[in-house]
């Protein structure tokens, strides 16, 4: 049986409140399964545990309890993430280094060196569209351009999976377009994706499944099409069907002209799954 890309398993972690004021449950027995090429989205409202559970999968945070594995190696040894790139929300740059000075140091810190780094860098500023860029100072950035700067060094290493923490935070709607079509093209080329993000519209037009976090525990999971898909509803698309048709729907589809496009269930917003799922377990 081929190993997931992550696993975490009953994964726990507890937060103790200074001066003994008690303690605050970050993650609650949380268990997640990624399939190897999937682009799957973790989703919850501040606090909701998604990026202390992101911190231990990359073995920046110990969990109190649990196990979490990177294709099968336990992500506490630095080992695991030898194949995983990552972009945290806010990520932090020499403003003082260019972009191609910038991905080189982020490709020795990977154990890159000589041509293949030089390969590699070229091929990463052209990947995210700032090869014209590549000698300008990042101080000379703008948030999208630093975004997929960002980007492009969580790619430097040539990783099987990729983090990415709100990635288009901060970004303009041509610039998340970009992002959202470099994800998508991550998957073509075999990456696995774990996609953390508020903007739940982009996330509903990229991810294969996602996963809803509410104080710490994992209230809804699974296939996006089948979580917002309502139940006992379907929809009919015609093509040059007349007003008339439309209302008498398939009565008559028969024996007509018309041409049925598709047929499927009808859905809901990733937007109103989200509120659903975690207004239910709101503090009370």
């Given amino acids: 049986m081929t190993e997931p890309a992550v696993a975490v398993r009953r994964l726990t972690k507890v937060f103790q409140l200074p001066f003994r004021r008690g303690a605050v449950v970050a993650v609650r027995d949380l268990d997640l399964r990624i399939e ?10 501040n606090g909701s545990g998604k990026s202390t559970a992101l911190k231990i999968l990359l073995g920046l945070v110990s969990p109190t309890r ?6 099968g190696r336990d992500s506490r040894f630095v080992d695991s993430r030898a194949s995983v790139g990552f ?12 972009g ?12 890159l060196s000589g041509a293949l780094l030089k390969k590699r860098i070229d091929e990463m500023l052209a990947l995210v569209g700032l090869t014209e860029a590549r000698d300008r100072h990042l101080r000379g950035y703008s948030k999208g351009m630093l975004q997929r700067i960002g980007l492009a060094q969580a790619l430097i290493n040539d990783p099987k999976l990729v983090v990415l923490d709100e990635p288009t935070a901060g970004v303009d709607p041509a610039g998340s377009r970009d992002i959202r079509e470099l994800i998508v093209d991550l998957k073509r080329r075999g990456i696995t994706v774990l996609l953390s993000s508020h903007l739940l519209a982009q996330v509903q037009e ?10 710490g525990v994992l209230v809804r999971e ?20 007349s007003d008339k048709l439309v209302m008498e729907i398939e009565t ?9 496009v598709s047929r499927r269930r009808s859905t809901t917003t990733l937007e109103r799954l989200f509120l659903e799922a975690t207004e239910k377990h709101e503090p009370k």
Avoid: M
């Fill in 206 to 215: 990229v991810c294969d499944r996602i996963g809803i976090l509410a104080n």
């Fill in 100 to 111: 191609a000075e910038t991905l080189r140091f982020f490709g020795r810190l990977c154990g």
């Fill in 222 to 241: 699974g296939k996006l099409k089948e979580l917002i898909a309502i139940e006992n509803q379907t929809e009919l698309v015609f093509e040059n069907a």
């Fill in 66 to 71: 649990g196990q979490t594995a990177i294709f």
């Fill in 87 to 98: 972009l945290p929300e806010n990520p932090y740059f020499y403003k003082f280094l260019t």
């Fill in 252 to 260: 008559i589809v028969a024996s007509s002209n018309a041409k049925l």
């Fill in 36 to 45: 190897a090429g999937e682009i799957y989205g973790l989703l919850g409202p």
